[in-house]
């Protein structure tokens, strides 16, 4: 009897440390995504057919598409989820850069919902043009995801990341409460993404 009594008090330990090792391997994933998102900015970027900003959050990505098509690194930019609501002129106030850049050069969509319709949306006129070669310009937190789901729908499309910090700070995670929210979030999803 006291045998049994010993053997269930190891049983029982057992389980909580599988949990305990289970819950510091997923803080411990979580933590390094948070980590390589943070050091990915500042981002360079090469020359490409065209450049895609994935719209959300502040005006920050599409800022960062306009600039680049300053720069020359693309023929066109498409800044894809836009609110059906939101005009060019709109677009111009948030994120700025020329009314004849825009006018010359950027398509905006307006069918994408989520980061898998921007990806559908992306694929369509990327195909439609012709275009090998995309810079993604998004969220440094949220590029992980947006990548695989991109390069899903575009298998032979090359992708190359240019991300940017937005309000969502990667690197505050630990004193930042609407920064860890946020990533925490896009962690989550981007774990499901990658295992489906």
Known sequence: ????????????????????????????????????????????????????????????????????MSDGRGQRLLISGVNPDVDMDDLIALAGGSPETYA?????????ETTIGNAEETAAWAYERGYT????????YHMPRSLLLLQ????????????????????????DSKSFRGVLTEWAKWRVTALG
């Open 1 to 68: 009897m006291k045998r049994d009594r010993s053997l269930s008090r190891r049983g029982f330990g057992f389980f909580p440390a599988i949990v305990l090792i289970l819950l510091a391997l997923v803080a411990l994933d979580f933590l390094m995504f948070a980590r390589r998102a943070s050091e990915s900015v500042p981002a360079t970027a090469r020359q490409a057919d065209a450049i895609v900003a994935l719209t959300g959050g502040s005006g920050r990505r599409i800022a960062a598409g306009i600039d680049l």
């Open 104 to 112: 010359c050069c950027v398509d905006i969509g307006y069918r994408a």
């Open 133 to 140: 070669h995309l810079i993604i310009v998004t969220s440094d």
């Open 152 to 175: 899903r729908a575009m298998p032979d499309i090359t992708l190359q990341p240019y991300p940017v910090r937005t309000v969502v700070d990667p690197s505050s995670v630990l004193s």
